[in-house]
């Protein structure tokens, strides 16, 4: 009641299982009083790739371009590209981060990956001389579809070991806490009752999202 | 000698680090008597968005957009687009992938990553009623800079947990066999004279690249 939410959102297909799960969220959140945004990044046509077109005035280095250094720098004169910045603002006002897309090669498909590769500048999401992060106290939640079935994943706590290199940015250097992850496995070859069931699943636990604890976040917890 | 390497590689700059590596391995397995191609990635302006653009003639359910679907089928009628068809005869014959970047966020860069989602289709690289992959008998190589240094990494078999989801699609559905990921630990923050040795221990390991043996690939080489 009351609290941000950013959704990112990356899948092409509004009818998608993966845009199901969006209306969800937005429905339910908004419900409770909460004032939620969404980032659909296909439908933005949301650019991954990180280039010198992200600083709009000029370059500190033209001859060696360095990314990292660069974006940095841009922020700090407020020279990012349009679209970083409001991405940048839109995470700056949310209390909540959902990241909402299909597994891809055991992965966030590339544009979701492009947008923590181009908004989560360094000195805006991080600094590595200020232990803790910059977006201490907003929390995130990483839902997912996969395309095999939970038995596949079942051995070895094995979506945990995918689950470390994609959060862990988030939680080390930026300081969000993270909350349980929320996964359904393989709706496109589940029957129509028990991808409704998955859907009844996430509005239930979207009720009580507010009183959960974040999990661990350290390597115990993804390698237990 | 006579053998045929594609290299896939991401990075904006060509004096960074990551351009020596590149130039370093154009240059030794040209002299080696390979044929080398080079995917450079950025400047190429690779697109990384998975998009019903990757369609060139209509989609087979235009009302509900499937990615996965539509690019298997699309692969099979030979009207994919034009950048991934000649990805993938890149792909195709080549004996030895390396892919050379940096780490951003524990991951390879969405436009690498958007590579990995695009070029290799299903029907192309992998089918799921055809165990052991598509793509058998080729080669893989992981090369990438990090801008943590090596004692960060050092604890947990940390390097090997980020590596797993990375490498483990090319291995299990593709059926590509994995060298040994070669690793140069921030050279951003070493002296002049480490970066020389980093560049220098490259050329040395390939010298004797394909008298190597590929690693385990198991989740126990990855967890040990």
């Known amino acids: 009641p009351g609290k941000k939410v950013l959704i990112v959102y990356a899948h092409q297909e509004p009818k998608s299982f993966n845009g199901s ?9 908004t419900k409770q009083g909460c004032s939620v945004t969404v980032s659909d990044l296909y439908a933005m046509q949301f650019e991954p790739r990180a280039t010198r077109n992200d600083v709009v005035d000029g370059l500190n280095n033209s001859e060696v371009f360095n990314y990292g250094m660069e974006s940095r720098e841009a922020y700090q004169r407020g020279c990012l590209s349009k679209d970083l910045v409001e991405e940048q603002k839109k995470v700056q006002e949310a209390d909540l981060l959902i990241f909402q897309f299909p597994l891809y090669w055991f992965n966030m498909p590339a544009i979701l990956k492009g947008w923590m590769d181009r908004v989560l500048v360094p000195g805006f999401a991080y600094d590595l001389s200020k232990p803790g992060g910059l977006l201490q106290g907003k929390l995130c939640l990483f839902s997912f579809t996969t395309g095999g079935t939970k038995e596949k994943y079942a051995t070895r706590g094995d979506i945990r070991y995918l689950l470390w290199p994609m959060q862990r940015g988030l939680t080390q250097f930026c300081g969000l806490k993270v909350l349980e992850p929320h996964i359904c496995y393989a709706p496109e070859h589940a029957s129509e009752e028990k991808r409704k069931e998955m859907l009844t699943a996430w509005t239930q636990r979207l009720k009580t999202l507010w009183k959960e604890e974040p999990i661990d976040g350290s390597p115990e ?3 237990k």
Chains 1, 2 share one sequence.
């Open 221 to 223: 917890w993804y390698f």
């Open 21 to 29: 799960l969006l209306k969800i969220a937005v429905e339910e959140l």
